[in-house]
């Protein structure tokens, strides 16, 4: 598996939207791309920070081929960041990782 570290500086008051966008964003690269999911963090100055997980690094960086509902999605998020970046890409060595 391949791993992406990724911040995301949301715009003041648009937390809520952003949660919401992000998750069906989310569920939608999952479906389409074969994304392995992401999990969603906030640190304790207000970053949110979200894990995500692919099969290998060629399936996240591949060309998609995006429909028109994948790109209001993307661009739904969009509108309530500042900016994003991504701070890491890795591979995993050992997952020990446990669903609550």
Partial sequence: ??????????????????????????????QEFDGLGSRLHKTADGQYIAYAQWPDGDSRDAEHAWTTEGRELQNKMRNTLLNSRVLYKFAVVKDLLKDP
């Fill in 1 to 30: 598996m391949y791993s992406y570290l990724i911040e995301f500086n949301v715009k003041e008051g648009e937390e809520a939207a952003f949660v919401e966008h992000w998750s069906r964003l989310t569920e939608y690269i999952h």
